[in-house]
């Protein structure tokens, strides 16, 4: 059974750092492009990074270039978010999915459930 499970997220301060991760179980990540998509409050689930099966990177949102980096371990498996210099908007649920390099949640097909991240001094 295809599963994606994000860890990593908790209660953080302004200016502290996360690394988010993502596991698959199921399948191989190598040959599919990730994303990361986060979900504030009361708002609407944005892409933050996308990494291509070739590993090509991008981040999705101007707020996160500088801060945020998106990576892949092919061999185990797994893709993860390094988050720096966190601020208070960067809270909300953090997903991961497979799909398509882009940052539009309609391009990915196959979600994780989540990871809550929240900065707050």
């Known amino acids: 059974q295809l599963q994606l499970v994000e860890s990593g997220g908790g209660l953080v301060q302004p200016g502290g750092s996360l690394r988010l991760s993502c596991a698959a179980s199921g399948f191989t990540l190598n040959y599919y492009s990730i994303g990361w998509f986060r979900q504030a409050p009361g708002k609407e689930r944005e892409g933050v990074s996308s990494i291509s099966s070739s590993a090509r990177a991008g981040n999705c949102v101007d707020s996160v270039k500088g801060r945020f980096t998106i990576s892949r371990d092919n061999a185990k498996n797994m893709v993860y978010l390094q988050m720096n210099s966190l601020v208070p908007e960067d809270t909300g649920v953090y997903y991961c999915?497979?799909?398509?390099?882009?940052?539009?949640?309609?391009?990915?097909?196959?979600w994780g459930q989540g990871t809550r991240v929240t900065v707050s001094s």
């Open positions: 999915a497979v799909g398509r390099y882009s940052c539009l949640a309609r391009d990915y097909d196959y």
